[in-house]
């Protein structure tokens, strides 16, 4: 079956620095997606990053970058430069077919200090 | 360009009632799917909604049932509310021929307390 771990419930980072969030996934399909979320209080879930398995180079957006690692089944988000607007919930999901069904694990807290 | 939207922002409903949640996808997309997230945890998958016709469900019982309209918008209805139901109730719309077919959008979701 497939399975999302998020194995740091509460991460504290101070400002300006760059923090990395571990996510481990589960998986017997050769094909799949793996996201990052993120939900600030309000809520929504903001996207933030999509990596797919047979993308050889490692997804960036921005501020944003995907370590990807297929053979240890790891997609750690990695944050450059943290901004106190980073404080939030960080969600790691995978989809593992066309229809596109998000598994999502538990998620880790960011808390950015200035 | 509107983004996800849902309606209402938040419910507060008794125990055997019915709930009815709405939501309205991102212009372009025709796929929308519902997620359930309680309290400190992460969203569960409750089904998806493609051509009017439910395409996938997650593990949720029967009491949980949806509707997709023909302008892609889609509706969650929740009957017989247990206490447990209280949850963000959460949105998505993707495109079904995109190239990031995976790739989903959430709305703001739909905060149901059950009392």
């Known amino acids: 079956a497939q399975k999302i771990t998020q194995t740091q419930p509460g991460m504290f980072v101070q400002e300006k620095e760059a923090v990395t969030l571990d996510c481990t996934y589960d998986?017997?399909?050769?094909?799949?997606?793996l996201f990052w979320y993120k939900q600030p209080s309000s809520g929504e879930m903001i996207f933030l990053i999509y990596?797919?398995?047979?993308?050889?180079q490692n997804a960036t957006e921005g501020r944003y970058s995907l370590n990807f690692q297929k053979a240890r089944k790891s997609a750690n988000l990695v944050i450059s430069a943290s901004q106190l607007g980073d404080s939030a919930m960080y969600f790691c999901?995978?989809?593992?077919?066309?229809?596109?069904?998000?598994?999502f694990g538990q998620g880790t807290e960011l808390s950015v200090k200035p | 360009d509107a983004g996800v939207t849902q309606s209402p922002t938040h419910l507060i409903k008794t125990r055997g009632q019915q709930v009815t949640l709405r939501c309205s996808p991102k212009?372009?997309?025709?796929?929308v799917s519902w997620y359930q997230q309680a309290l400190g945890q992460g969203p569960q998958f409750i089904f998806q909604?493609?051509?009017?016709?439910?395409?996938q469900r997650g593990n949720f019982p029967d009491r949980f049932s949806g509707h997709q309209f023909p302008n892609y918008s889609s509706e969650l209805n929740v009957n017989a509310l247990l206490l447990g139901d209280s949850a963000l109730y959460l949105c998505?719309?993707?495109?079904?021929?995109?190239?990031?077919?995976?790739?989903?959008?959430f709305g703001p979701g739909t905060r149901l307390t059950v009392t």
């Open positions: 998505a719309s993707s495109f079904a021929g995109g190239l990031n077919f995976y790739e989903q959008y």
């Open positions: 212009s372009g997309h025709d796929t």
């Open positions: 990596q797919g398995s047979y993308d050889e």
């Open positions: 909604y493609y051509e009017e016709e439910e395409r």
């Open positions: 999901a995978m989809s593992y077919n066309q229809g596109g069904k998000l598994i």
């Open positions: 998986t017997s399909d050769q094909s799949y997606g």
